[in-house]
């Protein structure tokens, strides 16, 4: 038995999976946990599958509070579920605790790992391939939203410190600019620029937060399409997953990463920016499912400021994309030279077919008010 192995037994064994255990394999496509399916197999039961994950030590030095967040958020969800006559089990994800009664287990090695019940019968999609896939997704987070709106957001850990602080990206980015380690910065002057231009939208969001305009409230902040799973039967969304970034935030934000993600149809490397275009149908799709989800719990200010959502996420993840850029490329993974600045420019097209169409999004918003 290998290293790996006789790792992989000590975990399982620090586990009641109420059966015995028949095996463990690789599973997903996620990039930053190990993530594995653990079956297990009674003498008269069928099946029964687990999730089972070593959190990231590089992207979550506590896993402690990152568990804390995520035992609070998910028992909320499961009495609100419930509440609602939903099914806590399908609709929620739940926290196994190791024989210890801890959160989580930590290995012989200090490597931390926790265990969820598979949710069954559901599918998880990479990309939107239709607008009712896009729009299912909508209303699972609009109604992950409602679901967590009695929920003190100033209780829960920043996991991922300045995570959606744009004017800190921005600070960053100036940073990495003036340093210039590796003589970059002048093949990508068209880009610090258009950054440079829109400097003051970098505050428009958290200046709305600090004058008491939008309200803090819990957010997943990593609301791409493939963190919701979708029920095998009905194509409609049914549980919220990858809570890791569960933290305080604006709705706005979440919003506005979907549309990030799923309100265009080009690759995020795209070279040819000429294919890099806003759906502006596809945004009124997940606009009107998103606040049919959150069944009218967001302020009136919140949907007027879904548009800037939409906006900052996009303008936030393009600099974030240059700053590594600039850097050496250390943060976000590259297969070829010059795709952290391919990625950058799609962003920023992206923003500018936003700025193009502002008034067609504010009516868009409006009209679902």
């Given at each position: ?33 190990d ?22 030590a ?11 967040n995520?035992?609070?958020v ?10 609602r006559?939903g ?16 959160p989580?287990?930590?290995?012989s ?30 209303r ?7 679901l967590?709106q ?22 960053k ?6 340093v210039d ?14 950054v ?14 600090r ?38 935030g ?8 979907s549309?990030?993600f ?16 806003l759906?502006?149908?596809?945004f009124?799709t ?6 049919e ?25 393009g600099?974030r994309f240059?700053?590594d ?5 250390t943060?976000f993974?590259t297969?070829?030279?010059?795709q ?7 962003q920023f ?5 936003m ?7 504010a ?7």
């Amino acid at each position: 038995m290998n290293q790996a192995e006789t790792m992989m037994q000590e975990v399982l064994a620090a586990f009641d999976f109420g059966a015995p255990v028949v095996g463990a394999l690789r599973f997903g496509q996620g990039h930053i946990n190990d993530t594995f399916v653990v079956h297990t197999q009674s003498e008269d039961a069928c099946c029964r599958r687990f999730i089972l994950q070593r959190m990231s030590a590089a992207a979550f030095k506590r896993p402690d509070q990152l568990m804390e967040n995520i035992l609070g958020v998910t028992e909320y969800l499961g009495r609100e579920i419930e509440s609602r006559g939903g099914s806590r089990e399908r609709e929620a994800l739940r926290v196994i605790r190791p024989r210890n009664g801890e959160p989580y287990y930590t290995d012989s090695a200090g490597g931390a790992w926790r265990v969820y019940p598979f949710v069954e019968d559901t599918i998880c999609y990479q990309t939107a391939e239709t607008p009712e896939l896009f729009a299912a997704s909508g209303r699972a987070f609009g109604h992950f939203q409602r679901l967590l709106q009695g929920y003190p957001a100033q209780t829960l850990h920043e996991t991922i410190p300045h995570f959606h602080d744009t004017e800190d990206r921005l600070a960053k980015l100036k940073a990495a600019m003036a340093v210039d380690k590796l003589s970059r910065a002048a093949e990508c002057r068209q880009e610090l620029d258009f950054v440079l231009a829109r400097e003051a939208d970098c505050s428009v969001a958290l200046q709305a937060l600090r004058d008491g305009i939008l309200p803090l409230r819990v957010t997943h902040n990593d609301t791409k399409l493939n963190n919701v799973l979708m029920d095998r039967e009905t194509g409609e969304g049914l549980c919220v997953i990858d809570l890791d970034t569960v933290m305080p935030g604006l709705s706005i934000n979440d919003f506005g990463d979907s549309i990030r993600f799923g309100a265009n149809h080009s690759a995020e490397d795209e070279k040819d920016l000429s294919r890099v275009n806003l759906d502006v149908s596809l945004f009124e799709t997940y606009t009107q499912a998103f606040l049919e989800g959150a069944g009218g719990t967001l302020t009136a200010a919140e949907i007027d400021y879904l548009p800037w959502g939409a906006k900052l996420m996009t303008f936030e993840c393009g600099i974030r994309f240059l700053t590594d850029y600039l850097e050496g490329d250390t943060y976000f993974h590259t297969t070829r030279a010059g795709q952290n600045l391919d990625r950058c420019r799609t962003q920023f097209k992206l923003v500018s077919d936003m700025e193009a169409h502002w008034d067609e999004l504010a009516e868009i918003v409006k009209k679902y008010k």
